[in-house]
């Protein structure tokens, strides 16, 4: 108890000295500076020009406000050949020389400088030991103001375009410009709105969308290596590619319009990469944010002008995209037989779906799973409805697997198939084509010198004069679902065996992996 009093009569000794010296520390009354950064700017005329832009783009208000700012001015000499009527230009030029905040020239040179357009700067130091910001030499350092820090540069700091940015800037790429714009709109933000202030933000799902997006390259916080074509780059591509999404529609707008919109969609499937992509001539292979696999990466870039970004790279075409049409907008078409949604069975069929594993007789089957169709009394088979279609000419190949696969007792079992397909033709009624030969070897299946997976193709070079594809955009619509899709497309594969034969040459059975359209090119 004596020590506690002791130590409350020593307390307010303590305090009253430690007041004074507190006191004597913090304050700055006499080295505080009262002049504000507009203010000191105001009193340095070799700023003026850079001060008027502030007046200009709007700032001067900003800076007036009790939050602190640090401003890195470039002098009347590195800005004689800024438009001052460019608005745009300024607001650009202003924004990138202010950031929220104080930053000394002492600052950490790994530390990310955000600026008030959201561009990331940092100081470095030159190897006479001074400091630059962003590559510019610092001429005054570390002048203070009421409200921050002035700082006084040799030259602007660059201005880099994030990707989105460049694209709107740029009047020889404004092709693809105007279709990425056309999907900007303002969507309500639940999250940020009040029960009094509804918010309405900015979106464009051909970008932003979470799954089905290019990827939003206006983001600066993101990273992206991104191909752009210049708009004769753009034409060529568009005039290559447009054919292939020729569709039916009664009303000739709607379809000119989906063909126009789907075309642009593909153009742009192959183009952007996540991440700064340094390896660009060098990589095996690159995956666009769309899952194109790219495999010959330098071919690909070949003859494109590197233009850094401020959320990474840039590729141009000025001339002609490398269209790596198998890779990104026209690939096989695969059509696996196990797919509930995609078939229906002929009246008198029974069709089950196989599993295999690493034990089985028969590897190599896509997704370990096929589907085993027979009939009894009648020729068995399964109708298989094809959506997303491409116009043009497809090689059309069935995939069967052998009857090893049920073991050694049906290894030789042998059928024969017939095909028929329908498509939609260029007036929007529907043609057929049946390959149905008794004749032909080329049609019979499984036999004792077959084995593993038995290629027939079906038809060769094969013209489908429209499209059926149903595109990321309409994909990221939630009111549309696989249920809601609309083949033009149907093939039928069934046995083609006479009674004569069944059960003593041929069986009624196959058993199919999947089917295949293969662009002719």
């Known amino acids: 108890m004596k020590k506690i009093l002791f130590f409350l009569l020593i307390i307010p000794l303590v305090l009253t000295g430690c007041t004074q010296s507190w006191n004597d520390h913090y304050d700055r009354s006499d080295s505080l500076p009262t002049t504000t950064l507009l203010s000191l700017m105001d009193g340095q005329p070799e700023l003026s020009h850079f001060r008027h832009l502030i007046t200009i783009a709007g700032m001067d208000s900003v800076l007036t406000a009790t939050k602190t700012f640090t401003v890195w001015a470039p002098d009347n000499d590195a800005l004689q050949n800024v438009d001052d009527e460019d608005m745009e230009e300024v607001k650009r030029l202003v924004g990138n020389h202010i ?3 104080s930053y000394a020239s002492s600052t950490s040179r790994s530390q990310t400088i955000v600026m008030l357009n959201g561009k990331t700067k940092h100081y470095s130091t030159a190897s006479s030991g001074e400091p630059t910001f962003d590559g510019v030499k610092v001429v005054q350092s570390d002048i203070r103001a009421q409200n921050g820090l002035l700082h006084v540069i040799e030259d602007p700091v660059p201005y880099r375009y994030n990707i989105l940015e460049y694209i709107e800037s740029q009047e020889n790429v404004s092709d693809m410009s105007q279709f990425i714009s056309s999907f900007r709109e303002l969507v309500y933000d639940a999250e940020r709105s009040t029960l009094y202030d509804s918010v309405f933000v900015t979106y464009n799902r051909l970008l932003e969308h979470p799954r089905y997006g290019i990827g939003d390259i206006g983001d600066e916080d993101s990273l992206f290596t991104m191909i752009i074509p210049s708009n004769k780059a753009w034409q060529k591509a568009y005039e290559q590619v447009s054919p292939h999404f020729a569709v039916y529609d009664k009303n000739q707008a709607i379809a000119d319009s989906i063909q126009h919109v789907q075309t642009c969609q593909a153009i742009l499937k192959g183009l952007t990469f996540r991440g700064v992509r340094d390896d660009v001539f ?5 995956t666009t944010t769309t899952g194109c696999i790219i495999r010959s990466c330098e071919t690909y870039f070949s003859g494109y002008q590197y233009i850094p970004a401020s959320n990474g790279a840039i590729y141009l075409a000025d001339d002609s ?5 198998s890779a990104t907008w026209l690939p096989t078409l695969i059509v696996e037989a196990e797919d509930v949604d995609s ?8 069709a089950y779906l196989r599993n295999t594993d690493a034990t089985s007789l028969v590897s190599g089957i896509s997704g370990d799973s096929y589907l085993e169709v027979s009939g009894s009394s009648l020729d068995g088979g399964v109708t298989f409805s094809i959506v997303n279609l491409l116009a043009g000419r497809y090689d059309v190949y069935c995939d069967f697997v052998a009857p090893e696969i049920d073991g050694p007792a049906l290894a030789a079992e042998c059928t024969r198939v017939q095909f028929l397909l329908r498509y939609q033709a260029t007036g929007g009624s529907t043609r057929s084509v049946n390959v149905n030969s008794k004749t032909d070897e080329k049609l019979l299946v499984g036999g004792p010198d077959v084995h593993g997976i ?3 193709k079906a038809f060769s070079a094969q013209e489908f004069p429209t499209s059926n594809l149903y595109d990321a955009l309409w994909l990221s619509d939630p009111t549309h679902s696989s249920a809601d899709r ?8 069934k046995t083609n065996v006479t009674t004569a034969e069944l059960g003593k040459t041929l069986a009624r059975r196959y058993r199919l992996d999947r ?3 293969v ?3």
Do not use: E, Y
């Open 486 to 493: 609309k083949a033009n497309v149907t093939l039928q594969i």
């Open 454 to 456: 038995v290629s027939v």
């Open 519 to 521: 662009p002719v090119l």
């Open 99 to 101: 950031a929220s905040g």
């Open 282 to 286: 060098t990589a095996d292979s690159m």
């Open 343 to 350: 078939r229906t069975t002929v009246s008198g069929t029974t």
């Open 321 to 325: 995209l490398v269209m790596d049409a």
């Open 515 to 517: 089917i295949r359209f």
